[in-house]
Nanobody, 124 residues
Framework: QVQLVESGGGLVQAGGSLRLSCAAS????????MGWFRQAPGKERQFVAV????????YYADSVKGRFTISRDNAKNTVYLQMNSLKPEDTAVYYC?????????????????WGQGTQVTVSS
């Protein structure tokens, strides 16, 4: 069992930055691939970024590539999402997730555990 708690969301102006954190409970954090998703009102949950458990290799959605950076600290059981050059279209609830189905998991259905989400609002 893994419990995930996100933090770091908030209100920021376009062009600004935020850093999201996701703290995980449990001693097996390092064996999970960790992902970030987002969901805007009236839209489906969307893949943002993923980092593998094996070699920490990242993979990003095209919409955030070059602006967002995912990282993890296994000693702290935490995964991060550094978000720069934020745009109004980045506004959403951001969720972290833990999965064991593979190294580069982009489908929400393949994740085993989810956090409660943190709101990110980007004003124009």
């Amino acid at each position: 069992q893994v419990q995930l708690v996100e933090s770091g969301g908030g209100l920021v102006q376009a062009g600004g930055s935020l850093r999201l954190s996701c703290a995980a409970s449990g001693r097996t954090f390092s064996s999970y691939t960790m992902g970030w998703f987002r969901q805007a009102p009236g839209k489906e949950r969307q893949f943002v970024a993923v980092i593998s458990w094996r070699d920490n290799s990242p993979y990003y959605a095209d919409s955030v590539k070059g602006r967002f950076t995912i990282s993890r600290d296994n000693a702290k059981n935490t995964v991060y999402l550094q978000m720069n050059s934020l745009k109004p279209e980045d506004t959403a609830v951001y969720y972290c997730a833990a999965g064991s189905a593979g190294l580069r998991i982009t489908g929400a259905w393949d994740y085993d555990y989810w956090g409660q989400g943190t709101q990110v609002t980007v004003s124009s």
